[in-house]
């Protein structure tokens, strides 16, 4: 069975429905991630490593939002194949949002602007294309973030497979699901 790292979301958390569903199917680990950069990105590089070198296997990473963008910054950093679902190309911005501020006690503008080495990490993943397959997907009915930017930023690095409806949550699971065996089957052969 292949083993997957999946990434949630920032402010999200690893209990959700998606990878419930995604257990049926894969070995998944599910980090659970905090809102400050500098400790999201020791956490997941820990995290990451201590799985590989704990059950010898390279994971693939699947991640929703910012864990789509984490996930694209990790797999490139370590040679792993990545599924990124609705990434943030934008965190600093999209951070800023009132929204964040009604469910993250204490969120500031101040500290939203702390992700946006985060835009830089992922600008130099995608300045050329992956050699190992991965695949960025997104839902045109995201009504967080805007799906043509996602599109536009990694079109010249990897697959990008553009889907009709959904949501910023990413609905069609089974679509990822049938992905992930995509990549499976090309890494085995």
Excluded at 6 to 16: A, Q
Excluded at 77 to 91: D, I
Excluded at 168 to 175: G, L, M, Q, T
């Amino acid at each position: 069975m292949t083993d997957i790292i999946y990434i949630h979301g920032f402010g999200s958390s690893p209990k959700s429905k998606k990878v419930a569903i995604l257990k049926d199917h894969f070995n998944v680990a599910t980090p659970t991630l905090g809102v400050e950069y500098d400790k999201v990105m020791r956490a997941l590089e820990t995290f990451i490593l201590d799985y590989i070198y704990t059950y010898e296997v390279e994971p693939i990473l699947v991640g929703t939002s910012m864990g789509g963008t984490l996930a694209t910054i990790m797999g490139r950093r370590h040679g792993l194949s990545f599924v990124a679902l609705n990434p943030s190309t934008q965190p600093s911005i999209t951070l800023q949002r009132p929204v964040f501020k009604t469910f993250v006690p204490g969120w500031t503008d101040e500290k939203a602007m702390k992700w946006k080495p985060l835009e830089d990490q992922l600008s130099d993943a995608l300045s050329k294309p992956v050699e190992y397959p991965s695949c960025v997907m997104v839902e045109k009915g995201d009504e967080e973030l805007d799906y043509s930017l996602a599109v536009a930023k990694y079109k010249d690095a990897c697959e990008v497979v553009v889907l009709e409806g959904g949501s910023h949550r990413f609905n069609d699971v089974e679509a990822v699901i049938n992905k992930i065996k995509e990549i499976e089957n090309t890494i085995v052969l």
